[in-house]
């Protein structure tokens, strides 16, 4: 039967998308240049309707082939983490817009998967957040992972209205007929920063994504390297001015009365 494919397109960054992913390639590059070792770690304040997930692609792609001067690849793998819906939707989709990734791009939903394409040493990995803490434990544990150069890019979940996330454990039936326990809740930036200050990360870079950055995450992370604010993805049109679509309820009272 007749095979059929979507026609090419190409896509082009909005201004901050580029401009963030730029400036972070270049950072990176102009100190493992001058100091041969990486151990940065890097903010990203985007709102909402800032097109997240496919400023990360477009990270992934400009730190997956970043150089030294000496001609050394800068990342032995880049390392993406997003909450479940996204990792099904979202990040998968604009990964694959990037046709030169596809190759290199694998998606582990789950531990065994995560560690499989680790101990191959895939170029990008794409996962849940919940095993940020999971993959840690792999690099520290092991001395072979330990000597990785390593890129995570990390996009912050929602917080709840106390600004906290409890991680409650979950049993979760893999398809290999085994019990892996998962994370119910995603973490969040704070919790990121948590983690990674007990950790040797002399050979990781790690960028949080958030849209809410507190006091804590700013103190680890540093203030934010590229800013795309709320008020900004509103005037382009990419979410809703909410005060300008509220409708009272004297308003909403007339709508329905017919007197």
């Known amino acids: ?33 001058q100091h041969h070792r990486l151990g940065l770690k890097y ?12 400023t990360m692609a477009w990270m992934a792609d400009q730190l997956d082939s970043l150089y030294t001067t000496d001609n050394r ?23 694959e817009r990037l046709t030169h990734l596809k190759s290199k791009v694998h998606f582990a939903k789950r531990s065994s998967q995560l560690a499989d394409f680790l101990a191959k040493d895939r170029d990008i990995i794409v996962s ?10 792999k ?11 390593i890129a995570f890019l990390i996009d912050e979940a929602h917080r709840s209205q106390d600004g906290k996330m ?9 398809a290999e007929g ?9 973490p969040n930036s704070d919790d990121i920063a948590a983690t ?26 540093g203030e934010p390297i590229d800013v795309y604010s709320e008020e900004e993805a509103i005037q382009e049109g990419y979410i809703l001015d909410v005060v300008q679509h509220i409708v009272s309820y004297k308003t909403l009272y007339h709508l329905q009365s017919s007197k």
């Open 1 to 33: 039967g007749e095979v059929l494919t979507e026609p090419a397109f190409s896509i082009f960054p909005r201004y901050h998308q580029l401009r963030a992913s730029r400036q972070l390639a270049e950072r990176v590059r102009l100190h493992a240049n």
């Open 128 to 137: 849940t957040i919940q095993k940020f803490g999971y993959i840690q434990d």
């Open 166 to 174: 409890a991680l409650k454990m979950r049993k979760v039936f893999t």
């Open 73 to 95: 690849k800068v990342f032995d793998n880049i390392i993406i983490l997003t909450d479940r819906k996204s990792l099904d939707k979202n990040i998968r989709d604009d990964l």
């Open 43 to 54: 903010l990203v304040n985007h709102s909402a309707g800032s097109g997240k997930t496919l």
């Open 178 to 186: 085994e019990y892996e326990e998962e994370e119910d809740e995603t």
């Open 196 to 221: 990674l200050e007990k950790l040797n990360i002399s050979n990781q870079v790690c960028v949080a994504f958030t849209a809410t950055p507190t006091p804590k995450t700013v103190a680890f992370f």
């Open 139 to 149: 690099i520290q544990q092991s001395e072979a992972l330990k000597s990785r150069r």
